[in-house]
């Protein structure tokens, strides 16, 4: 059996990573509450923007716009938006999943990495990573999504890429968040429920300059969306985790605490039958 | 006023929701030129150009600068979305007025083409943010 100073040190020392844990969870829950606000706020002008582009798409099936057709390149941008920190459970590495897991071929496509986390394990594998805004992971506005957005699209219009992916995390609630892979371009109006309700819309300018002035709008306030949503999915992930582990000490310090007392009931006996054989040999 | 004169008004922003309510008239520029709406206006979505933002409410105009987005216009509703809009009071009058002589500056060096574009954006952005404090 261990020593009784042994178990009091192992003990002390969970203690103290429960206190880290604990405080870890109690600033994640901060700053979820900050996150789902945020969210909230940005979530009107998401749906009316993709009311008004879905309105464009039921009008623009001839249109030749290079953002609503199929294109000729095979490679594939990818979004992955993950975390600068680890100790989020499971929160990075259900995303990377998406693109490892999924079917695509590593050849063909190019990482535009935020967050550090998902970057270090795609070039691990051999990945290629073209641009890295890893900076923007924690704290963005949206001028930043626009930034970030328009060098995408310079490789979409130069005919870099041809499709463009956004994986990410979804936040359904605070004990649920699901890893979710969206294809941001083309819009092919196939792909989307056109509900024509018969209201006659007009563009100014013409269709086809409105779609491509639009287009870009959707897609930066896409990302932008996705940013909010996969930091408040990161803050969320690691209070469950932090949550986890607080609780898990708790149960190594409870185990610790009967092994101590039984240690220390076990010298107390040793101690005493050392005495009284001590005492008997002397009478 | 009369109130069947009256529509809907509102202004998004990617942050907040920046105005809603009842108004007779909004001034607006577009990149087909300036337009004012009444109730009533045909459907039309239109895109927004730099430039000053009028409400006329029944009681009072208000100001702001609207720099950048797309408006969808109904009958008896529009809405905005715009990716940049300010009132007055939060326009920074001295980087506004810096910001215009930048680019006046860099549009007299002449670089080169992509440069100038630039420049003329930013330009057009820093008149229309002084304009909308006058």
Request: hydrophobic share 40%; aromatic share 6%; charged share 30%.
């Amino acid at each position: 059996m261990a020593s009784m100073r042994d178990i009091k040190r192992r003990k002390a020392g969970v203690q103290s990573t429960q206190q880290i844990t604990k405080a870890m969870k109690l600033v994640s829950t901060v700053k979820l509450q900050r996150a789902k606000v945020r969210a909230l706020q940005s979530k009107t002008y998401f749906s009316c923007m993709y009311d008004t582009v879905v309105s464009l798409l039921a009008k623009a099936g001839n249109l030749d716009v290079p953002y609503t057709q199929k294109q000729e390149s095979p490679r594939k941008a990818i979004i992955l938006l993950t975390s600068n920190r680890g100790l989020a459970g499971g929160y990075n590495s259900n995303v990377v999943k998406l693109i490892t897991q999924g079917d695509f071929k590593k050849e063909e496509l190019d990482i535009y990495a935020i967050g550090r986390k998902g970057r270090e394990v795609m070039e691990r594998r051999g990945y290629t990573i073209k641009a890295d805004f890893s900076e923007l992971a924690d704290e963005f506005e949206y001028a930043d999504a626009i930034k970030v957005c328009n060098q995408i699209l310079k490789a979409y219009d130069d005919k870099e890429v041809g499709e463009i992916y956004l994986a990410y995390t979804n936040f359904k609630n605070t004990v649920s968040q699901t890893p979710t892979l969206l294809k941001l371009l083309p819009v092919l109006p196939e792909e989307h429920e056109i509900e024509n309700d018969g209201l006659l819309m007009n563009f100014e300018p013409q269709d086809e300059e409105a779609l491509k002035m639009i287009i870009p709008k959707y897609m930066t306030s896409l990302l932008h969306g996705a940013l909010i949503e996969a930091l408040a999915s990161e803050n969320g992930a690691r209070m469950q985790a932090m949550d986890n582990a607080t609780n898990n000490a708790q149960e190594m310090i409870d185990s610790l605490t009967l092994l101590y007392n039984r240690a220390r009931q076990g010298s107390i006996t040793q101690e005493l039958t050392e005495i009284i054989a001590g005492a008997e040999a002397i009478s | 006023m009369d109130d069947s004169k009256l529509f809907e008004l509102r202004i998004i922003t990617p942050e907040r929701v920046f105005y809603e309510g009842q108004v007779s008239m909004v001034e607006f520029n577009t990149t087909e030129g300036e337009i004012g709406i009444y109730k009533g206006h045909i459907p039309t979505t239109v895109i927004i150009d730099p430039g000053v933002l009028t409400i006329t409410e029944p009681e009072q105009l208000k100001n702001a600068a609207l720099l950048s987005g797309f408006a969808q216009i109904l009958p008896d509703e529009v809405t905005i979305l715009a990716e940049i809009v300010e009132w007055p009071f939060e326009i920074d009058e001295e980087r506004a007025e810096r910001a215009k002589e930048r680019a006046e500056e860099r549009l007299a060096q002449k670089g080169d083409n992509l440069d100038v574009a630039r420049a003329n954006i930013a330009l057009k952005k820093a008149i229309c943010r002084l304009e909308a404090l006058k």
